[in-house]
């Protein structure tokens, strides 16, 4: 069975930092793109980045470029999202997703001072 | 990136089938057959339907179909069941390498 757990939400101040983590099982984790996903409270799906199998190629939304780094370790099987210069309207929870496979239950960040 | 148009909200009774339409533009629906369906339940994760415009993965009801059309993507449930209440959202790649998803559909089974 895929598992797909993400982790390190929380509280953060505006400005501040976060690294959020993704821990795939049951699937060739290293051969798959992969995503993250945000969803504000009662909000649609907003798509935030993504990177290749092997991390060679990387992509953002707009509104978080230059902000947010994706990257993956094949060989812990985990994926991160390196989210900085955090604003009140990154508040979501952050869903990572295989592309066009599983996703994670989420986790919730929150920017507010 | 903005995002494609999904209807705000389709109904059916029981039995029934609906078709929930996703329009795009010619930078990511028409230019690619790289556009999938997601089902979410109230507080849960997402679940894949359909990938690739029409492909149901293992486990997904084949009264789920999907095709598209030009710049227009559908997503057809056949059969409507109670369990089929639910948000819909498509997604699609875009010439940009980045990916984009509708605002999002509310089914209502009558």
């Known amino acids: 069975e895929v598992q797909v757990v993400e982790s390190g939400g929380g509280l953060v101040q505006p400005g501040g930092s976060l690294r959020l983590s993704c821990v795939v099982s049951?699937?060739?984790?290293?051969?798959?793109?992969m995503h993250w996903v945000r969803q504000a409270p009662g909000k649609g799906l907003v798509w935030v980045s993504r990177?290749?199998?092997?991390?060679?190629?990387?992509s953002y939304a707009d509104s978080v470029k230059g902000r947010f780094t994706i990257s993956r370790d094949n060989a812990k099987n985990t994926l991160y999202l390196q989210m900085s210069s955090l604003r009140v309207e990154d508040t979501a929870v952050y869903y990572c997703?295989?592309?066009?496979?599983?996703w994670g239950q989420g986790t919730l960040v929150t920017v507010s001072s | 990136q903005s995002a494609l148009t999904q209807p705000a909200s389709v109904s059916g009774s029981p039995g029934q089938s609906i078709t929930i339409s996703c329009t795009g533009t010619?930078?990511?629906?028409?230019?690619?057959?790289?556009v999938s369906w997601y089902q979410q339940h109230p507080g849960k994760a997402p679940r894949v339907m359909i990938y690739?415009?029409?492909n149901r993965p293992s486990g997904v009801s084949n009264r789920f179909s999907g095709s598209k059309s030009g710049n227009t993507a559908s997503l057809t449930i056949s059969g409507l069941q109670a369990e089929d209440e639910a948000d819909y959202y498509c997604?699609?790649?875009?010439?940009?390498?980045?990916?984009?998803f509708g605002t999002g559909t509310k089914v209502t089974v009558l």
């Open positions: 690739e415009v029409s």
């Open positions: 010619s930078s990511d629906v028409g230019s690619y057959n790289y």
């Open positions: 990177i290749t199998s092997d991390g060679s190629s990387t």
């Open positions: 049951g699937f060739t984790f290293s051969s798959s793109w």
């Open positions: 997703a295989i592309s066009d496979g599983a």
């Open positions: 997604v699609s790649y875009t010439t940009s390498s980045t990916n984009v």
